[in-house]
């Protein structure tokens, strides 16, 4: 979605808004070990984004605090950056030291920030397509306003929480049901009067250092009487908790609309291929990104008459020209293919299709029936990459992939899968294709592997297996990476 340039006019529920961001996030890891889990990415946006997003287009919100755990820098940069996309909006940043003190607790530590009536949206709740821009004003006497989707399955209130409704009037809540029936599921939608402060104060004070649950509590106000209304939220919904829980809300953004493709292609004297395997992809994708590793021929100046966008890096490998381009690409799924044409675009659609429901797709070469004659996938070479493969799958069993091709560069991903690994990939030659499948599987992403066509080099012969000992030293590469990244994790400097 684009960005507006300014708070719209007319009607808004609040002027003020909070968004509580400083949740540890402890039920979605691995996803959340080296990161908080408002900067997860959903499509292109870390899940705080989409929360400013949503306050400041839909709600028409000009004035909004963010709270964050002490210390998260990243979250920090992107809320105090936010008002450079939207003039007359401000954003006010309040830590907290503990990211474990609970929502109640949450909203009292930014109190003195919040002195009208204010919208409450947790960043960890992703919507599509819903009807928050209907969100209506508090109703004068009214303590509080839940925003709830009508009709849904008990499976699904049990991890939020559930309201009771007569004739239109919330009376009564409950945090996480225990047996739930049918119904209205509560959502981290809220207007808030000023007033409930007090109430939040009240209880703090009373269960001292005990957690407070603000459900709970609404539910004590609900019953000595208090005015708590109900908003119809409509369009879809996920409650981002888990791993799982991302891997959802991925899924329904990623079908929204057809993905922009980008095919990163890192290439080293390529002169003799280069524009064939540009022209061959272009047509297919929104771009070809062509990775020039310091070429001394005409590898860059073919790749840009094709219609590539050329990037020039001197690094030290492979593996460092891939992560270069996949950091530079543009778009939403991100292809790597080689530059000597033994990968074709005829498999492109096989591999965007598998996408729809997996993070990671890569491409075997073993399979007998697709590697095409002449081409270097000789019987030692197919074996040494089956054996490399399943052990690999082993290591890693819980990744529940079954490999047979440690070593193959075409593969396609969603870019929030690369965010994620971006900081975990090291290796700067051929290891680089194992290390991002086993960062993966050790993420917990959805990985499958599919078998594609393999054909001879276009020209030249390959930089990585030209020869028995180029063969032997990017095998022994390959495997001492594989055995390190298992022995540390079982060394518990690594997290399952």
């Known amino acids: 979605m684009g960005q507006s340039q300014g708070p719209h006019s007319g009607h808004r529920p609040a002027s003020l808004a909070l968004l509580p961001a400083a949740g540890a996030g402890v039920r979605a890891r691995p996803l959340t070990d080296a990161c908080s889990k408002a900067s997860l990415e959903v499509g292109r946006e870390a899940l705080l984004a989409r929360a400013l997003r949503l306050v ?24 105090s950056g936010w008002p450079r996309n939207y003039s007359g909006v401000t954003v006010t940043v309040v830590t907290i030291d503990d990211p474990t003190i609970g929502l109640a607790r949450g909203i009292l530590a930014a109190r003195w920030h919040l002195t009208e009536p204010f919208v409450v949206v947790l960043p960890d709740e992703v919507y599509l397509r819903a009807n928050h821009a209907d969100l209506p004003c508090l109703a004068p006497g009214a303590l509080a306003l839940c925003g709830a989707l009508p009709a849904q399955p008990g499976h699904a209130i049990a991890r939020n929480y559930s309201l009771r409704v007569q004739d239109g009037r919330i009376v009564g809540l409950t945090e996480k049901p225990p047996r739930p029936e049918d119904g209205w599921l509560g959502c981290g939608t809220f207007v808030f009067a000023p007033e409930v402060l007090d ?45 799982t829980d991302w891997q959802r809300a991925n899924d329904l953004v990623f079908g929204q609309a057809p993905p922009a493709v980008s ?23 929104h771009e070809v990104l062509v990775v020039d590793n310091h070429s001394r021929d ?100 819980r990744g529940r992939a079954r490999l047979t091709d440690v070593g193959c560069t075409y593969r396609a991903l969603r870019r929030p899968l690369w965010s994620l690994l971006r900081s975990k990939t090291t290796a700067e030659g051929p290891a680089f294709a194992p290390e991002l499948t ?59």
């Not at 109430?199 to 708590?228: S, T, W, Y």
């Not at 095919?263 to 994708?285: G, K, N, Q, R």
């Not at 778009?331 to 080689?338: I, K, N, S, T």
């Not at 499958?448 to 000992?469: C, D, F, H, N, Q």
């Open 56 to 79: 400041c287009d839909d709600l028409r919100i000009t004035r909004v605090v963010v709270l964050l755990a002490s210390g998260d820098r990243a979250l920090e940069r992107l809320a």
């Open 263 to 285: 095919v990163v292609i890192p290439a080293f004297e390529e002169e003799d291929s280069i524009a064939t395997v540009v022209a061959e992809f272009l047509p297919h994708v």
């Open 199 to 243: 109430v939040l104060a009240r209880a703090a004070a009373r269960a001292g250092a005990g957690r407070l649950e603000l459900i709970d509590l609404l539910d004590d106000e609900v019953r000595r009487g208090a005015r708590i209304e109900l908003f119809a939220l409509t369009g879809e919904y996920v409650n981002v908790n888990t791993a």
């Open 298 to 397: 005409r590898t860059a100046e073919r790749a840009r008459a094709a219609g590539a966008r050329v990037l020039r890096v001197q690094v030290g490998g492979y593996g460092a020209a891939l992560r270069a381009g996949l950091d530079q690409a543009e778009g939403d799924v991100l292809v790597l293919v080689e530059a000597d044409h033994t990968f074709r675009a005829a498999d492109l659609p096989r591999l965007l299709g598998f996408l729809t429901d997996h993070e990671l797709v890569l491409g075997t070469r073993t399979a007998r029936s697709t590697i095409q004659s002449g081409a270097a996938m000789g019987p030692l070479l197919r074996l040494g990459n089956v054996c490399a493969g399943l052990l690999l799958g082993a290591l890693w069993w």
């Open 438 to 496: 086993l960062e993966a599987l050790r993420l917990g992403a959805r990985v499958v592997e599919i078998p594609v066509s393999y054909w001879p080099r276009m020209a030249g012969t390959s930089k990585r297996s030209g020869s028995w000992l180029e063969t032997w030293a990017t095998a022994r590469a390959m495997l001492a990476l594989i055995l390190r990244k298992r022995l540390r994790r079982a060394g518990g400097t690594q997290r399952a």
